[in-house]
């Protein structure tokens, strides 16, 4: 009898903990599922190309373009996220997109051109429409290591067939069970056993949903009955319609690195790089595929696999007729049709720019959980010519120089990075961190910090006009010189050529990057005025007061080296590089704006002439080759460098609407065997030859007159007695020494010159009374 009580007591003391631990479990699962937010990592996008008549954009252009934001060719436009080319024009059915200041509802548009340029753009009445912007590209999303990402749809953004196809394939009796399905437990295994492997899960949808989102994934008895335990609980407290939509968002789809595939809507885009709701049946029956095993259905690893699996979706679908046998057959015949997977994310130096940008406001957390849209400054047509050409150059460079390299050396050691920007503006608008440019590891373009060499040049000469007593005319001494240093060591530089070529015109020492000629003018100008120089246009950092700063022994990024030529390309006005434009909240409110930050360093008559000077760089210097690959009539200006021991090779250059910087060398600091000239300089010259761009063409300001030398000597000549001119800008009263055998012409030519800059400044000022 006692025994008898004790087993009672026993059963009810166990009935109460068991009631006790499922309330428990009830009021922790509604607590949380009521409060439930998804970690959503912040959504990064490039800048919207803007379409106007006139953009230079070919019918192929603007398909690429299309295509690349996933837009996909039909024979007749009846929904978003299609067009269709018939000749020379294009119907597009844009998208419902956010943009960094507006909201644009779906609309259709038609686009004309002829001759490479647009020529109409009308929307869907016929009506003009004079600017507008395509969708902005997402380049990737900011997300923990090791963390999940997702994009979260509402219902509205759910195809229909969706959720129709998860009941027929993983829980038919969805919408009666309470949150477990004991036949289905029981069928799926007697199908298991049947054909050898998992062809059915037991779990329900409510489960499924139970494990992901609250539960480990080991497998154990005592997790199972807890899972059962909180499907139920979900189901008693929570809409069947509410437990689909999170079931959507949530389940794990797939992995991408270090970053968790999780929802339907980030794997459509993953997958196949188009929103949820533009899905075909065939796709939608990929996605639900996938959800039984994310890594053995992988359609990019495993694409039979999937294919059968998918196959067997539509057939399940089409036998609890969701949809007819003939649409299954026709899906079923439709290939997998997955886009090519790319390495973690689209652009990982250009991502990894933006977060640096965004630590400096945002918390690590916002960043990956609070849904943020980050809208930045990329120019994917840039951002891809520029990858695609320093890899080709690379690979060039490495073919001249491996015959005579160490035989240990590889193709794919020889390094590079590229930085472009809008000097104007100060947007950066492409980042390439390595050769490998979807590698999300080392950002040469950030984080290499190496000797730009005569990259320094420009400042150097730029604080000699400064100073009033040089201009581009003025003769320097290109000759030896020895320098004693504060340790007692004596310092000679040379020129690269180790030839001397003694008196030059300072736009010939700068032009052909003559070594001794810039120290002896650097030394006469004083290394403090240098240093304030290039803290003026953006050196954060004082660089160690030696001699050899002049031919520049500092190590500078890629990026630091845009941020000084920026002030070169900008007329003398320092503006802070950005990569972000403008953060919004996940709900579409403006967070942070990053507006243009300008500053201005320097005279702009004197950053003119320095300008100037870098232009016969191009012309007659060491940038002279690049004149066989720039389209002809594009004027430009830049700096080759090379640093000690030709370990580092680099080309910065500007053009009326460009700037970029090109760095090639190895990791471990070896001898490339490349100058500037003969390295960087061809991925820069492809690169700006490749891009839409213009001629630098500033005004020249009033308070400069032009002057037409001999360029080898500086002497003042006409056609007559040189046939190597250059006009050059000087300050009013420059009157350089006559090359001798010009006399019969000298008068002419003075009167000429004159004649030139009265008519100059004359039209100046007629220009500034119109304005």
């Given at each position: 009898?006692?025994?008898?009580?004790?087993?009672i007591?026993?059963?009810?003391?166990?009935a109460?903990?068991a009631?006790v631990?499922?309330?428990r479990?009830?009021h922790?699962?509604t607590?949380?599922f009521?409060g439930r937010?998804w970690t959503?990592?912040a959504?990064?996008?490039?800048?919207?190309l803007e379409?106007?008549?006139?953009?230079?954009l070919?019918?192929?252009?603007?398909?690429?373009?299309?295509?690349?934001?996933?837009y996909?060719?039909v024979?007749?436009?009846?929904?978003t996220?299609?067009?269709r080319r018939?000749?020379?024009?294009?119907?597009?059915?844009?998208r419902a997109t956010?943009?960094?200041?507006?909201?644009?509802a779906?609309?259709l548009l038609s686009i004309t051109?002829?001759?490479?340029a647009?020529?109409?753009?009308?929307?869907?009445t016929g009506?003009?429409?004079?600017?507008?912007?395509l969708?902005?590209?997402?380049?990737?999303s900011i997300?923990p290591?090791h963390g999940q990402?997702?994009i979260?749809?509402t219902?509205s953004?759910?195809?229909p067939?969706?959720p129709?196809?998860?009941?027929?394939v993983?829980?038919?009796n969805?919408?009666t069970?309470y949150g477990?399905?004991?036949?289905?437990?029981?069928?799926a295994l007697?199908?298991?056993?049947?054909?050898?492997a998992?062809?059915?899960g037991?779990?329900?949808l409510t489960?499924?949903?139970v494990k992901?989102?609250?539960?480990?994934?080991?497998?154990?008895?005592?997790r199972?009955?807890?899972e059962?335990?909180?499907a139920?609980?979900?189901?008693?407290?929570?809409?069947?319609?509410?437990?689909m939509?999170?079931?959507i968002?949530?389940?794990?789809?797939g992995?991408?690195?270090?970053?968790?595939?999780n929802?339907?809507?980030?794997?459509s885009?993953f997958?196949?790089g188009?929103?949820?709701?533009e899905?075909?049946?065939?796709?939608v029956?990929?996605?639900v595929a996938?959800v039984?095993?994310?890594?053995?259905?992988?359609?990019?690893?495993?694409?039979d696999?999937?294919?059968?699996?998918?196959?067997?979706v539509?057939?399940?679908?089409?036998?609890?007729?969701?949809i007819s046998?003939?649409?299954a057959?026709?899906a079923?015949?439709?290939?997998?049709?997955?886009t090519a997977?790319?390495?973690?994310?689209?652009?990982?130096?250009y991502?990894?720019?933006?977060?640096?940008?965004?630590?400096?406001?945002y918390?690590?957390?916002d960043?990956?959980?609070?849904?943020?849209e980050v809208?930045?400054?990329?120019?994917?047509r840039v951002?891809?010519?520029a990858?695609?050409?320093?890899?080709?150059q690379?690979?060039?460079l490495?073919?001249?120089r491996?015959?005579?390299?160490d035989?240990?050396?590889?193709?794919?050691?020889?390094?590079?990075a590229v930085?472009?920007?809008a000097?104007?503006?100060?947007?950066v608008?492409a980042?390439?961190g390595?050769?490998?440019?979807?590698?999300?590891?080392?950002?040469?373009?950030l984080?290499?910090?190496?000797?730009?060499?005569?990259?320094?040049?420009?400042?150097?000469y730029l604080?000699?006009?400064?100073?009033?007593?040089?201009?581009?005319?003025?003769?320097v001494d290109?000759v030896?010189?020895?320098?004693?240093l504060?340790?007692?060591?004596?310092?000679?530089?040379?020129?690269?050529t180790?030839v001397?070529?003694?008196?030059?015109?300072?736009v010939r020492?700068?032009?052909?990057?003559?070594n001794?000629?810039?120290?002896?003018?650097?030394m006469?100008v004083?290394?403090?005025?240098?240093?304030?120089?290039l803290?003026?246009f953006?050196?954060e950092?004082?660089?160690p007061?030696?001699?050899s700063?002049l031919?520049?022994?500092?190590?500078?990024?890629?990026?630091?080296v845009?941020?000084?030529?920026?002030?070169?390309?900008?007329?003398g006005?320092?503006?802070?590089l950005?990569a972000?434009r403008?953060?919004?909240s996940?709900?579409?409110?403006?967070l942070?704006?990053?507006?243009?930050?300008?500053?201005?360093?320097?005279?702009?008559?004197?950053?003119?002439?320095v300008?100037?000077?870098l232009?016969?760089v191009?012309?007659?210097g060491?940038?002279r080759?690049?004149?066989?690959?720039?389209?002809p009539g594009?004027?430009?200006?830049?700096?080759?460098?090379t640093?000690?021991?030709?370990?580092?090779?680099?080309f910065?250059?500007?053009?009326?609407?460009?700037l970029?910087v090109?760095?090639?060398?190895?990791?471990?600091d070896r001898?490339?065997?490349?100058?500037?000239?003969?390295?960087?300089?061809?991925?820069?010259?492809h690169?700006?030859?490749?891009?839409?761009?213009s001629?630098?063409s500033?005004p020249?300001?009033?308070?400069?007159?032009q002057v037409?030398?001999d360029?080898?000597?500086g002497l003042?000549?006409?056609?007559?007695?040189?046939?190597?001119?250059v006009t050059l800008?000087?300050p009013?009263?420059?009157n350089?020494?006559?090359?001798p055998?010009?006399l019969g012409?000298?008068l002419?030519?003075?009167v000429?010159?004159?004649?030139q800059?009265?008519?100059?400044?004359?039209?100046?000022?007629l220009?500034?009374?119109?304005?």
């Amino acid at each position: 009898m006692k025994i008898r009580w004790l087993i009672i007591a026993g059963v009810l003391l166990g009935a109460i903990a068991a009631a006790v631990y499922v309330v428990r479990l009830d009021h922790m699962v509604t607590r949380q599922f009521e409060g439930r937010r998804w970690t959503l990592p912040a959504q990064v996008y490039a800048a919207p190309l803007e379409l106007y008549v006139g953009l230079p954009l070919s019918g192929n252009d603007v398909e690429t373009e299309l295509r690349r934001l996933a837009y996909r060719p039909v024979d007749d436009v009846v929904r978003t996220g299609t067009y269709r080319r018939v000749g020379a024009e294009i119907d597009v059915g844009l998208r419902a997109t956010r943009f960094a200041d507006e909201a644009r509802a779906a609309e259709l548009l038609s686009i004309t051109t002829a001759d490479g340029a647009i020529t109409s753009l009308r929307d869907g009445t016929g009506q003009a429409v004079p600017i507008i912007r395509l969708d902005p590209l997402l380049i990737g999303s900011i997300f923990p290591i090791h963390g999940q990402d997702r994009i979260v749809v509402t219902p509205s953004e759910v195809p229909p067939l969706l959720p129709a196809a998860l009941k027929a394939v993983e829980d038919r009796n969805f919408d009666t069970n309470y949150g477990i399905d004991p036949l289905a437990m029981l069928r799926a295994l007697w199908v298991d056993l049947r054909h050898g492997a998992i062809e059915q899960g037991g779990s329900t949808l409510t489960q499924q949903l139970v494990k992901s989102y609250f539960l480990s994934p080991r497998r154990t008895a005592a997790r199972k009955i807890r899972e059962a335990i909180m499907a139920v609980s979900l189901e008693a407290h929570f809409s069947k319609a509410d437990l689909m939509n999170a079931y959507i968002n949530e389940i794990h789809l797939g992995q991408d690195g270090d970053r968790a595939i999780n929802g339907f809507g980030l794997a459509s885009e993953f997958y196949f790089g188009k929103p949820l709701s533009e899905l075909d049946l065939n796709e939608v029956a990929t996605l639900v595929a996938i959800v039984r095993g994310p890594s053995y259905y992988d359609p990019r690893r495993h694409p039979d696999r999937a294919l059968k699996r998918r196959n067997l979706v539509l057939d399940e679908m089409a036998e609890q007729k969701v949809i007819s046998r003939a649409q299954a057959d026709m899906a079923e015949a439709r290939p997998l049709g997955v886009t090519a997977k790319t390495a973690g994310a689209y652009y990982p130096a250009y991502l990894d720019l933006v977060r640096r940008t965004l630590r400096r406001d945002y918390r690590e957390q916002d960043l990956t959980e609070a849904g943020l849209e980050v809208f930045t400054n990329l120019d994917p047509r840039v951002q891809a010519d520029a990858e695609r050409i320093l890899d080709r150059q690379l690979a060039r460079l490495d073919r001249r120089r491996l015959p005579r390299a160490d035989a240990r050396l590889t193709p794919a050691t020889l390094q590079g990075a590229v930085v472009v920007t809008a000097p104007q503006s100060g947007d950066v608008v492409a980042v390439v961190g390595g050769r490998d440019s979807s590698y999300d590891g080392f950002n040469r373009a950030l984080d290499g910090r190496r000797q730009i060499g005569s990259l320094v040049k420009p400042f150097v000469y730029l604080a000699a006009l400064e100073s009033g007593r040089y201009n581009a005319t003025t003769i320097v001494d290109d000759v030896p010189v020895s320098i004693k240093l504060s340790n007692g060591k004596v310092w000679q530089p040379r020129d690269y050529t180790r030839v001397d070529e003694g008196p030059v015109p300072l736009v010939r020492a700068l032009a052909e990057s003559l070594n001794d000629a810039t120290v002896n003018v650097g030394m006469d100008v004083g290394l403090d005025n240098v240093i304030h120089v290039l803290g003026q246009f953006g050196l954060e950092q004082e660089p160690p007061k030696n001699p050899s700063l002049l031919l520049g022994t500092v190590d500078l990024s890629p990026l630091e080296v845009a941020q000084l030529y920026g002030g070169l390309a900008n007329g003398g006005f320092r503006t802070t590089l950005r990569a972000v434009r403008a953060v919004i909240s996940a709900d579409g409110k403006p967070l942070k704006a990053f507006p243009v930050e300008v500053e201005p360093v320097a005279r702009a008559d004197v950053v003119y002439q320095v300008d100037s000077m870098l232009e016969q760089v191009i012309e007659r210097g060491t940038g002279r080759p690049s004149r066989a690959v720039l389209p002809p009539g594009l004027i430009v200006a830049g700096k080759t460098g090379t640093s000690s021991d030709q370990r580092d090779s680099w080309f910065a250059g500007f053009s009326g609407s460009d700037l970029a910087v090109v760095w090639v060398g190895y990791d471990d600091d070896r001898v490339t065997g490349f100058t500037g000239e003969t390295g960087a300089l061809s991925v820069w010259s492809h690169l700006m030859g490749d891009i839409s761009t213009s001629s630098w063409s500033a005004p020249m300001p009033d308070s400069l007159e032009q002057v037409t030398i001999d360029y080898p000597t500086g002497l003042r000549a006409d056609a007559q007695c040189s046939d190597d001119l250059v006009t050059l800008p000087v300050p009013p009263g420059t009157n350089p020494p006559l090359k001798p055998g010009c006399l019969g012409a000298s008068l002419g030519t003075a009167v000429r010159s004159t004649v030139q800059n009265a008519f100059q400044r004359a039209g100046r000022w007629l220009k500034g009374l119109v304005h």
